[in-house]
């Protein structure tokens, strides 16, 4: 069986790298393609979790709309679909890139499996392009790994047959635990002595990130507000991890910079971001991965968008939807804070560490 594995951003590349380690643990032949929607970001992650491309696209270029980047990666992609004979091509999530190998895979009649299927807000525009790249990656899917019993329950309710979803809990949870126990081996990891100096162990950590198109404007500016209350307190700091995106950096820079009781930093290695996260008492942001993350660290979040495909987290009392609104952003950091982490006890109902294991496993009984 031919297999190729496609991903194109950080969060991809974190999530599809213990997949790509399970399929090496088990001699299962595949290759690795990137389609480089994140540059810098992704090459972070390829040499962390040491994977080597067989074939890079290198698609990332300033300020193209995602028309002009999903054209090129259903043309290029086409290329390496031509180029030989694949039986099944996996590719993960909501990004541009997981859409459009899907469709040029489908085009080939090559089979298409997907990994973290099944997320649903049933909100167009919420998270934007984001829910409707998800929704289409699903219809074209021929196998679906849904990280949790409520992604199953959304594809069948769509109509998708029962023996062809494997609920498999999120591969993030597996990228976490791996890096957490290299960070245990490895406790001067590059980056992280001059950060950990930056910091004040007295403190409370509140770690901050951003980079939802939806917020962009508006929303970022009600966010940044929001910090610049929470940081009047004195047992605060915050960290403001920059997303690379100037339409997500620059309001935060021009709000933030240089203020008492906040850092802004630039985007820093995931195994120094895995760190930060377990050192925070509170997480603020708007990203899916983290909301995954997060309740095996036993470190609440602060969502700050309207609507979650994460909704587990939520019904738990893990993670908290406020959007942008400054009043319940800052009023229930506060509220956070007065509990200590010590006192929690959360289960993480994203997956237990082996999602990799099951993936693989389901993929290496395929007859195709």
């Known amino acids: 069986m031919k297999i190729l594995i496609c991903f194109g951003t950080r969060p991809e590349a974190i999530k599809m790298a213990m997949l790509c380690k399970e399929f090496d643990k088990r001699q299962i032949t595949y290759k690795l ?26 698609l990332m270029q300033p300020d193209q709309s995602l028309n002009v980047l999903g054209s090129k990666i259903l043309k290029e992609i086409d290329a390496i679909l031509e180029r030989e004979h694949w039986d099944l091509v996996l590719v993960h999530g909501d990004t541009l890139t997981s859409t459009m190998v899907a469709l040029a895979a489908f085009y080939r009649q090559v089979k298409v499996g997907h990994v973290e299927a099944g997320l649903r807000t049933y909100t167009k525009k919420a998270p934007f392009p984001e829910e409707i790249n998800r929704q289409l990656t699903g219809r074209i899917a021929d196998f679906h790994f849904a990280p949790t019993k409520a992604a199953q329950e959304n594809l069948l309710n769509e109509g998708v047959a029962k023996n062809n979803v494997l609920v498999t809990g999120n591969t993030v949870v597996d990228a976490l635990n791996w890096t957490l126990e290299n960070l245990k081996n490895t406790p001067n990891f590059p980056g992280l002595p001059a950060l950990q100096k930056q910091l004040n162990p007295s403190k ?18 009600d966010i940044c507000s929001a910090v610049l209350q929470i940081a009047k307190k004195p047992n605060v700091e915050i960290v403001f991890a920059l997303h690379m995106n100037p339409n997500a950096k620059d309001k935060i820079v021009e709000m933030l910079e240089n203020q008492v009781n906040i850092q802004l930093i630039n985007a820093v290695t995931y195994p120094v971001f895995v760190w930060l996260m377990n050192r925070a008492s509170v997480i603020i942001s708007d990203s899916g991965g983290i909301q995954e993350e997060a309740p095996s660290l036993q470190v609440p979040v602060v969502v700050t968008r309207n609507t979650t495909e994460r909704q587990e987290g939520v019904d738990k009392g893990y993670t908290y939807l406020v959007g942008t609104d400054i009043e319940k952003i800052v009023g229930t950091v506060n509220q956070l804070l007065e509990t200590s982490k010590e006192g929690r ?3 993480n109902p994203y997956g237990d560490g082996t999602a990799s294991e099951k993936i693989a496993a389901f993929i290496a009984n395929l007859s195709l």
């Not at 992704?42 to 890079?56: A, S, T």
């Not at 409370?204 to 500016?221: A, P, S």
């Open 204 to 221: 409370k950590l509140i770690l901050i990130t951003g980079h939802r198109r939806e917020n962009f404007g508006e929303g970022l500016r």
């Open 345 to 347: 006890d959360f289960k």
């Open 33 to 58: 393609c990137v389609t480089a929607q994140h540059r810098e970001m992704l090459d972070q992650v390829l040499g962390f979790f040491q994977l080597k491309p067989d074939y890079d696209l290198d």
